[in-house]
């Protein structure tokens, strides 16, 4: 839902879902939706129920060299 959320939201600017135990999957979802998002500059996924693979490491990249 999350995912969703910031894919569709044109005036997000932060997103803050710390220490939410997401799962991996869930953050993956997160991170790919930032992609679609041209407003957002801040998201905070630290503190979470499983660590960063390096898929999402790949991601968090692509979305700081657009």
């Known amino acids: 839902v ?3 959320l910031i894919e569709a939201n044109s005036t997000l600017k932060t997103v803050n879902a710390e ?3 997401l799962t991996g999957l869930v953050i993956s979802e997160i991170v ?3 992609l ?3 407003t957002l500059l801040e ?3 630290s ?3 499983e660590k960063y693979s390096p898929i999402i490491d790949v991601d ?3 979305k700081n060299n657009r």
Do not use: G, V, Y
């Open 2 to 4: 999350l995912a969703e």
């Open 60 to 62: 968090i990249d692509m």
């Open 19 to 21: 220490s939410n135990r």
């Open 32 to 34: 790919r939706s930032t």
């Open 47 to 49: 503190n979470q129920a």
């Open 43 to 45: 998201l905070r996924l």
């Open 36 to 38: 679609k998002n041209q």
